[in-house]
């Protein structure tokens, strides 16, 4: 199947979601998340395997609760995110609200620019859709680009336009800090990935398995010192969120080596521990072990 028709159907879906409401979508959902699990059985063995070394202290009972529960929060982020390209950013706010945060402000009138770290929980597509819409700091959301050109094109102008916010891909991370550096500006990166290369990266215990850690945001963080935030979203009920996002390093140049790094997984586990079925076990999070 060619790029463009993939793209055209891509959009077809956005134009679907543009013409039905929440509460039909999350019907459809709940029809998407048992295809995934029962019919495709999407990464099934990757997911029940994280999930089982994750929480080896829990039944098969628990461990086959959680994994429902995850296929069913990515249906509703894959749907609600094509919905979120069509609805009007402002009805969107109104789903997605940011918890009254005044240290963001402060650095904003000083002209300080910050360091938002996020990871992939709950809608974190919401999460980039509505982070510049809360927010007085113009957001440089850095991504990794969509191989299809058709729908990244697509992706990079819907989300810039009109919503405070300008996506930038992750090979052009220090070129663009370096570009806005004199100026008041958030940098949202999400960092709960497996990282590409095992150069300099920091090794924890992270969900009772030894991990590999993305630094890339503490190295940045460092390098020009600006404030660092750990980004977390709430699921308030379906088809609405709130973000809380919180100072936990005002100075990075004081910090040690893997400090920062150490913090944020520390709070993204706790958070996992809180509510697990909303972080993307999908992903093959430990496939790289450490070289002793």
Known sequence: MSKRIIYWLFRLGIGIGW???????????????????????????????????SFPEKSEQERQSI??????????????????????????????????????????????????????????????????????????????PIRNKFINNFYRNKFSTGRNLTTVSKKDTVRNFVKHRKEAVGHLLIADQNPVTRNNAVWLDFLNQDTICINGPEKLAQKFNFPVFYMHINRIKRGYYEMEITEFEPSPKDTKEGEITTEFMKRLEQKILETPHNWLWSHKRWKKKRII
């Not at 997911?47 to 070394?53: D, E, H, L, S, V």
């Not at 009007?88 to 945060?101: V, Y």
């Not at 819409?133 to 850095?142: A, G, N, R, V």
């Open 67 to 144: 994994i429902a529960k995850f296929y069913l929060n990515l249906s509703d982020t894959i749907l609600e995110g094509l919905k979120g390209y069509s609805y009007p950013p402002e009805k969107l706010m109104e789903r997605f609200r940011l918890k009254p945060t005044p240290k963001l402000d402060e650095y904003y009138e000083a002209g300080q620019s910050i360091v938002l770290i996020g990871a992939h929980f709950a809608n974190w597509e919401w999460g980039m859709m509505c982070g510049g819409l809360h927010s007085k700091h113009p957001i440089m959301c850095y991504y990794q």
């Open 19 to 53: 013409l039905i409401p929440f509460s039909v979508l999350h019907y459809f959902s709940n029809g998407l998340a048992f295809v995934l699990q029962r019919v495709i059985r999407y990464r099934k063995t990757v997911i029940t395997q994280n999930i089982k070394n």
